[in-house]
């Protein structure tokens, strides 16, 4: 498996490019929240040499989603995300940027994500996890060895709630009761900031007390 992190944008999101070699067809592959600064991802394609079969979101926020129609047009990939975020790819003022200077308006979604479903890139099998709080229609994705956790659970935190469809609630009975229900072993790797596990949660985030 090839897992490359681009740290793009102002935000400084977190945009994953994940891999598997182990196929007849050469490195099939799927970007993962590309943020931002869509020329830096796609040389970091056109490096490894993959062929970009999806572009899935864990979220619809204007920092996940900014350079969803660069990557669209280069690499011809399908678009993903829950279909309670879909409309935040299209509109301005629910993905957010309406409120920075550059508003954000990408292309409608390929496929709609559901809890449970399987996501297969080359042999390498991506589950989707729905962890509504932050947003609606926020996911999670969970391998063997990695949980993407875009902006559900950080190190040490947790997503923001305060902002539209956000909710405290929600996203603590996400994390309680879907993540840490997984192998605490787990790399998480969230939407911003260093990777953690969900063992090393358990014991020094805060909001798990």
Do not use: W
Request: hydrophobic share 35%; glycine share 10%.
């Amino acid at each position: 498996m090839i897992l490359e992190n681009v740290v793009v944008g102002i935000y400084q999101t977190n945009c994953y490019i994940i891999a598997c070699q182990e196929t007849g067809n050469g490195a099939v592959g799927a970007v993962i929240d590309p943020g931002d600064q869509g020329d830096l991802i796609i040389q970091k394609i056109k490096d490894l040499g993959l062929n970009i079969k999806y572009i899935i979101l864990t979220h619809g926020h204007l920092d996940h989603i900014g350079a969803v129609r660069e990557l669209k047009e280069y690499t011809g990939a399908d678009i993903l995300i829950h279909e309670k975020d879909a409309e935040m790819l299209t509109d301005c003022s629910k993905n957010l940027s309406v409120y920075s200077e550059n508003r954000v308006i990408q292309p409608k979604a390929d496929r709609f994500l559901n809890d449970g479903d399987k996501i297969r890139v080359g042999n390498l099998t991506l589950t989707v996890i729905h962890t509504p709080g932050h947003t609606p229609g926020s996911i999670s994705l969970k391998t063997d060895k990695y949980l993407f956790t875009g902006d559900t659970l950080f190190s040490g935190s947790i997503g923001r709630t305060d902002l539209p469809g956000g909710s405290y609630q929600q996203i603590i009975k996400s994390i309680n009761e879907k993540l840490m229900l997984l192998n605490g072993d787990l790399l998480v790797l969230p939407g911003h900031g260093p990777e953690t596990t969900l063992n090393r949660e358990k014991v020094i985030n805060p909001f798990l007390k």
